[in-house]
């Protein structure tokens, strides 16, 4: 019964409540304590922006680094274009370095197999590097291509005819 007659009391509105702060705290609005506050946090986030200026230009100072080190690591690079002599007279062209210019040796090797109609494959050589093997002659044709569509430049381009040689008697 004792619930019941406290709902018959309580009002169908919400009502405002008294709040009473305690006296020993400080007084969080005060004009002196809000300025303090401010400057304290101006001060914080010049520093904050300090920081973050510093951090930005060594960030930019070390990406225009790596960039201007790719760029003459790819003017050092030099693209090797082989042909190998493999029987009597079967040929097979290895083209080492692409690597260094941004191509991806999969895609190149794919690229090659059907534009020369041949089967081109991504090998490991002794060194630990990677090569793309194209069956058949096909140097002269490789290298207007690397320097065509690979972007690769001409002086970077070099080509070498590996002939076995033949018994002197």
Same mark, same amino acid.
């Given at each position: 019964? %004792?619930?019941?007659t406290n709902?018959e009391?309580?009002? $169908?509105?919400? &009502?405002?409540?008294r709040?009473?702060?305690c006296?020993?705290a400080?007084?969080h609005? $005060?004009?002196a &304590?809000? *300025?303090?506050i401010?400057a304290?946090l $101006?001060a914080l986030s010049?520093d904050a922006?300090?920081r973050?200026?510093?951090?930005t230009?060594? +960030?930019e100072?070390?990406a225009?680094?790596a960039?201007?080190k790719s760029t /003459?690591a790819?003017? %050092? %690079? ?12 079967k040929?097979?062209?290895? =083209?080492?370095?692409l *690597?260094a210019h941004?191509?991806d040796?999969?895609?190149?090797? +794919? *690229? ?9 494959s991504v090998?490991?050589? %002794?060194?630990?590097?990677? /090569?793309v093997?194209? &069956?058949g002659d096909?140097?002269?044709e490789?290298?207007d291509?690397v =320097? /065509? ?21």
């Open positions: 019964m %004792a619930d019941i709902a009391n309580v009002p $169908s509105e919400p &009502q405002a409540r709040i009473v702060y006296g020993v400080p007084n609005g $005060s004009p &304590q809000t *300025e303090a401010t304290s $101006s010049v922006q300090k973050a200026q510093k951090d230009l060594k +960030k100072a070390r225009l680094a960039e201007t /003459e790819k003017k %050092a %690079a030099k693209v090797l274009i082989k042909r190998v002599e493999r029987n009597k007279r040929y097979v062209t290895a =083209v080492s370095g *690597e941004g191509l040796l999969k895609k190149v090797a +794919k *690229e090659f197999g059907k534009k020369f109609a041949t089967g081109s090998t490991k050589t %002794a060194s630990g590097g990677e /090569e093997v194209v &069956q096909n140097s002269d490789i290298f291509w =320097v /065509e569509v690979g972007g690769v430049p001409e002086a970077n381009v070099e080509c070498i005819e590996d002939k076995k040689k033949k018994g002197g008697g």
